[in-house]
């Protein structure tokens, strides 16, 4: 099991490792991933489209924005200003999504070798050369995918902009939900800029006008969950849940906060409920998948998003989101597994030199790190 993996990883293996896993759980594709998806609009002729691959979305969604330019000027009103506001939050999401996929496929680069009293042991020219291509490929690879997060970031700063600009040019008499739809469109580009408090305060601002507003009550209650205000969001959920007892995408949420409160048993009925519930909803299926990955084992987590794609019918453009979902899992599965087996030669030096009182203090502090990690667990798109 991952959780394992970081228990028997080094500190600064660890450190990244669950950022990683926090990353991948919380915000792999941003803290309003499954409202995101349910909120990208048609757009028309230059949408999606069934089936069309990532990159043929962000073709589509670059040429969308560029006739909107065309159409609005460089002085949209407020209904021009919301539709340019909408399609740079939604290229700034997909971009996200490019980002985290080429993440995911980083190759992997092989630990400094050691010998059994953790001393460094000299590589060979040939050797030297091999490690040396795998670290240059590696830092390549890093260096490419995150061009896309500056161009998610570079987006959502338009994003902003745009919303700021609806803001300013309001009709007379607009009332509370046009406000708050404003304010939640604000809230998500903080959000995909990385400003979590500033997305939590456009978000309470949005909830606070519109309190009926499901959407906004989750998206609240992610990213106080995000934030660490796990109380917080447990309160929303709770509220929610009298509401509307019959959502799927609450009871996934549930179940992220339930699993990063620790509580994987209460987790795991969570998830399967809201599976039962909305079996063919990708992002509760991803969630869940990764989750087990995390849990579990990466079979575990694989073989529930591969049942998921398999029971799909033929031609459901979710069939091409499972297949990414898979390579991402694999991806980020190979990457534990290569940190991990990196810091094994630590530990089997720590083990064979360090005894008494420190080893055991040592040991002690790891175990409630990683238990603590077990329980930072949470959803994806």
Same mark, same amino acid.
């Not at 309003?32 to 069309?52: H, L």
């Not at 985290?100 to 590589?123: F, H, R, S, T, W």
């Not at 409920?273 to 869940?288: G, L, V």
């Given at each position: 099991?991952?959780?394992?993996?970081?228990?028997?990883?080094?500190?600064?293996?660890?450190?990244?490792?669950?950022?990683?896993?926090?990353?991948?759980?919380?915000?792999?594709?941003?803290?309003?991933?499954?409202?995101?998806?349910?909120?990208?609009?048609?757009?028309?002729?230059?949408?999606?489209?069934?089936?069309?691959?990532?990159?043929?979305?962000?073709?589509?969604?670059?040429? @969308?924005?560029?006739?909107?330019?065309?159409?609005?000027?460089?002085?949209?009103?407020?209904?021009?200003?919301?539709?340019?506001?909408?399609?740079?939050?939604?290229?700034?999401?997909?971009?996200?999504?490019?980002?985290? &996929?080429?993440?995911?496929?980083?190759?992997?680069?092989?630990?400094?070798?050691?010998?059994?009293?953790?001393?460094?042991?000299?590589?060979?020219?040939?050797?030297?050369?091999?490690?040396?291509?795998?670290?240059?490929?590696?830092?390549?690879?890093?260096?490419?995918?995150?061009?896309?997060?500056?161009?998610?970031?570079?987006? $959502?700063?338009?994003?902003?902009?745009?919303?700021?600009?609806?803001?300013?040019?309001?009709?007379?008499?607009?009332?509370?939900?046009?406000?708050?739809?404003?304010?939640?469109?604000?809230?998500?580009?903080?959000?995909?800029?990385?400003?979590?408090?500033?997305?939590? &305060?456009?978000?309470?601002?949005? @909830?606070?006008?519109?309190?009926?507003?499901?959407?906004?009550?989750?998206?609240?209650?992610?990213?106080?969950?995000?934030?660490?205000?796990?109380?917080?969001?447990?309160?929303?959920?709770?509220?929610?849940?009298?509401?509307?007892?019959?959502?799927?995408?609450?009871?996934?949420?549930?179940?992220?906060?339930?699993?990063?409160?620790?509580?994987?048993?209460?987790?795991?009925?969570?998830?399967?409920?809201?599976?039962?519930?909305?079996?063919?909803? @990708?992002?509760?299926?991803?969630?869940?998948?990764?989750?087990?990955?995390?849990?579990?084992?990466?079979?575990?987590?694989?073989?529930?998003?591969?049942?998921?794609?398999?029971?799909?019918?033929?031609?459901?453009?979710?069939?091409?989101?499972?297949?990414?979902?898979?390579?991402?899992?694999? &991806?980020?599965?190979?990457?534990?597994?290569?940190?991990?087996?990196?810091?094994?030669?630590?530990?089997?030096? $720590?083990?064979?030199?360090?005894?008494?009182?420190?080893?055991?203090?040592?040991?002690?502090?790891?175990?409630?790190?990683?238990?603590?990690?077990?329980?930072?667990? &949470?959803?994806?798109?």
């Amino acid at each position: 099991m991952f959780m394992q993996s970081i228990r028997h990883a080094t500190k600064k293996h660890r450190k990244v490792l669950l950022a990683v896993v926090i990353l991948l759980l919380l915000g792999l594709v941003g803290s309003f991933a499954t409202w995101n998806a349910a909120n990208r609009g048609n757009i028309g002729s230059a949408g999606s489209g069934a089936g069309a691959t990532q990159d043929q979305q962000l073709a589509n969604y670059q040429d @969308y924005i560029a006739s909107l330019h065309t159409q609005y000027g460089d002085s949209p009103d407020y209904s021009g200003s919301l539709t340019m506001a909408s399609a740079y939050l939604q290229l700034s999401s997909l971009n996200l999504d490019k980002y985290n &996929g080429e993440m995911a496929k980083i190759p992997a680069v092989d630990p400094p070798k050691q010998d059994a009293n953790g001393n460094a042991v000299p590589l060979s020219a040939d050797e030297q050369a091999t490690q040396d291509a795998k670290q240059k490929a590696h830092d390549d690879a890093v260096a490419a995918a995150q061009t896309w997060q500056q161009a998610s970031q570079d987006a $959502a700063v338009q994003a902003e902009n745009f919303y700021q600009r609806a803001s300013d040019n309001a009709p007379e008499g607009l009332n509370d939900a046009g406000f708050a739809e404003i304010k939640a469109g604000m809230a998500q580009a903080r959000d995909m800029k990385g400003d979590e408090q500033g997305a939590l &305060g456009f978000m309470e601002d949005a @909830y606070k006008l519109a309190p009926d507003n499901i959407n906004y009550l989750l998206a609240l209650a992610q990213l106080r969950q995000n934030t660490n205000d796990l109380q917080g969001a447990l309160t929303l959920y709770e509220q929610a849940s009298a509401s509307y007892p019959d959502s799927a995408s609450l009871i996934s949420s549930q179940a992220s906060l339930q699993a990063q409160l620790g509580n994987n048993d209460k987790a795991l009925e969570l998830y399967k409920q809201a599976r039962t519930m909305a079996p063919a909803d @990708y992002n509760i299926a991803y969630s869940y998948a990764t989750f087990l990955l995390l849990s579990q084992s990466t079979q575990a987590g694989l073989d529930e998003l591969t049942a998921y794609r398999d029971a799909l019918p033929k031609g459901d453009p979710n069939i091409a989101k499972a297949n990414d979902g898979l390579t991402n899992l694999q &991806g980020w599965a190979d990457l534990f597994a290569s940190a991990a087996k990196g810091s094994d030669q630590s530990d089997s030096t $720590a083990n064979g030199t360090d005894s008494g009182t420190g080893n055991s203090t040592d040991s002690g502090s790891d175990s409630g790190a990683a238990s603590g990690a077990e329980g930072s667990q &949470g959803s994806s798109n």
